[in-house]
């Protein structure tokens, strides 16, 4: 029976890597973000490999009556939600000091309310199957924090947070989670400028996301980081 994942960020970069990878795998994907035209071209892509399927859905993270819609359209067109991938983020201006509030507003929204969002609107559905698995992408922007990461590491030390407790709190319930905090990886949050490392591709968090997901049900790999050498 095939499995059905959630991928939020799903258009491009980690997140289109990641639906790609798990589609590949024979998962079923539901492609959420708010390029439309990037999710029917993916969409179709995934469909026309014919191993899993592919339903998008218009969704922005920042509104938790969209979040919630997603996950009820995905239960109605899948039957069940396995694994959720809060993958949504974005990386705006992050210095305190230069005052652009709405910047961090939409940072915060994103970063860290999508994820609540995203959480609490599957998890009742996890809870009653005793089964499922919520996976964060975070940063390994939440470990560290330069002069210029100062809102978007706490956005991240946010996510992390919430992984960490969420884990606890689900203990012994079935349902399994884990925070995946890459490094630098080369996509659109990203410039090439002044880089010390090649920068990780996108299929190589795909591919942390996946082992995590196809550990035996009593593993849980509550935190992968992975760094370019």
């Known amino acids: 029976?095939?499995?059905t994942a959630i991928v939020t960020g799903a258009s491009s970069g980690i997140g289109k890597a990641i639906a790609l990878k798990l589609a590949k795998e024979g998962i079923n994907v539901v492609l959420a973000a708010r390029n439309e035209a990037k999710l029917i071209e993916l969409e179709t892509s995934i469909n026309e490999e014919k191993h899993g399927?592919?339903?998008?859905?218009?969704?922005?993270?920042?509104?938790?009556?969209?979040?919630?819609h997603m996950v009820e359209t995905a239960k109605a067109q899948f039957?069940?939600?396995?694994?959720?991938?809060?993958?949504a983020g974005v990386m705006l201006n992050a210095v305190v000091t230069e005052g652009k509030v709405e910047d961090w507003e939409k940072m915060i929204d994103t970063n860290i309310k999508g994820v609540l969002y995203g959480t609490n609107a599957v998890l009742?559905?996890?809870?009653?199957?005793?089964?499922?698995?919520?996976i964060n992408v975070a940063s390994?922007?939440?470990f560290e924090v330069s002069k210029k990461s100062t809102v978007y590491s706490?956005?991240?030390?946010?996510?992390?947070?919430?992984?960490t407790g969420l884990e606890k709190e689900l203990a012994h319930t079935g349902v399994?989670?884990?925070n995946i905090s890459p490094g630098m990886v080369d996509t659109n949050l990203t410039t090439r400028a002044n880089l010390s490392r090649k920068p990780l591709e996108s299929s190589d968090i795909a591919n942390a996301v996946y082992y995590a997901m196809t550990q035996?049900?009593?593993?849980?790999?509550n935190e992968i980081t992975v760094r370019p050498i």
């Not at 009742?124 to 919520?134: D, E, Q, T, V």
């Not at 035996?216 to 790999?221: A, H, L």
């Open 1 to 3: 029976m095939f499995k």
């Open 53 to 68: 399927k592919a339903h998008y859905i218009v969704t922005d993270v920042t509104k938790r009556d969209e979040v919630e």
């Open 79 to 87: 039957g069940a939600i396995d694994y959720l991938i809060n993958n």
């Open 124 to 134: 009742p559905h996890m809870l009653k199957r005793k089964s499922g698995h919520i």
């Open 140 to 142: 390994v922007s939440g």
């Open 154 to 163: 706490a956005t991240k030390f946010a996510v992390r947070a919430i992984s």
């Open 176 to 178: 399994r989670v884990t």
């Open 216 to 221: 035996p049900p009593y593993v849980n790999v």
